[in-house]
T-cell receptor, first 114, second 118 residues
């Protein structure tokens, strides 16, 4: 199956700093990528949908100015958590969609904000 | 409103026992997809199955089997002869097109933690 990578796999940062997470589709072109957030012992919640070359669509309650998403190419989407705070500590997972039904998840990035 | 309900928070079984995970979904679409994913402690989601709304045939894959019943809006998952490696969180998910304009947007249930002890 197709491979989606995320980098970094884990990151620890100080409160107030910004963190960038990359999501890459390694062997296919992804027209659409999705970003999910998962707090400990909770389910995955969709944060936003990003399409290559256009602005991301954010789910209700997700601050677009805090979680900046850039989908500059068909193989790369980035999520930047700006001015991170401890409550942003979470597991961030991306997924890439290919032919509309098939989608592939990245391994996730664990963010800890001190 | 919760679209996918996994009422069982945690299930503990002894190795070799069977375990059934319940999933009830809610949708107004006639065409939709249902999924099951496994999330081991590492966190990476492992795809188990995708089923479209027009295919109600039950499926078996090794020790895994799925029972899809549109009449009760359920898509239950059974692990037969459980093993310690089956210990993980299992998520049921729904994909609708009408309300979300993209098949890729999944709505996940709360997940069920399966603990298999030797």
């Amino acid at each position: 199956g197709a491979v989606v990578s995320q980098h970094p796999s884990w990151v620890i940062c100080k409160s107030g700093t910004s963190v960038k997470i990359e999501c890459r589709s390694l062997d296919f072109q992804a027209t659409t990528m999705f970003w999910y957030r998962q707090f400990p012992k909770q389910s995955l919640m969709l944060m936003a949908t990003s399409n290559e070359g256009s602005k991301a669509t954010y789910e209700q309650g997700v601050e677009k100015d805090k979680f900046l998403i850039n989908h500059a190419s068909l193989t790369l989407s980035t999520l930047t958590v700006t001015s991170a705070h401890p409550e942003d500590s979470s597991f961030y997972i991306c997924s890439s969609e290919t032919s509309g039904i098939e989608q592939f998840f990245g391994p996730g990035t664990r963010l800890t904000v001190l | 409103a919760q679209k996918v309900t996994q009422a069982q928070t945690e299930i503990s079984v002894v190795e070799k026992e069977d375990v059934t995970l319940d999933c009830v979904y809610e949708t107004r679409d006639t065409t939709y997809y249902l999924f099951w994913y496994k999330q081991p402690p590492s966190g990476e989601l492992v795809f188990l199955i995708r089923r479209n709304s027009f295919d109600e045939q039950n499926e078996i894959s090794g020790r895994y089997s799925w029972n899809f019943q549109k009449s009760t809006s359920s898509f239950n998952f059974t692990i037969t002869a459980s093993q310690v490696v089956d210990s993980a969180v299992y998520f049921c998910a729904l994909s609708e097109l009408t309300l979300t304009d993209s098949w890729g947007k999944l709505q996940f249930g709360a997940g069920t933690q399966v603990v298999v002890t030797p």
